[in-house]
């Protein structure tokens, strides 16, 4: 097993890891909007959101030697339902290998953020 760490994602929250390997496989802790230059959420619109969760996830996966094309499952989840379709959109762009998923709306999640992603990726 070998922790995972990207100085170009956001620095964990609390107690764990970006993410961990295990054998060739990585699982990644949620990534939610954070931008890692300001140490925050800067963008308020689901799309913009999105995209960030997705960079931050892309920059884990890469200190793990693989990429969002590798990602065999998601688990998503969304401050609101309603943004569903908004995030669908940028979701399929960046995750093009259409990987097997999760989707749930919950009642809140970190920082305020609109959405958050986890992954598990092959390497």
Known sequence: MEVIHSPNAPAALGPY??????GNLVYTSG???????VGKITARAIDAQ???VCKNLGAVLAAAGTDLTRVVKTTCFLADIADFAAFNEVYARCFTGKPARSCFAVK?????????????AEV
């Open 17 to 22: 890891s970006q993410a961990m390997r295990v």
């Open 31 to 37: 990534q939610i909007g954070i931008d890692p230059a």
């Open 108 to 120: 809140a999640l970190p920082a305020g953020a609109l959405c958050e992603i986890e992954v598990i």
């Open 50 to 52: 999105t995209e960030q």
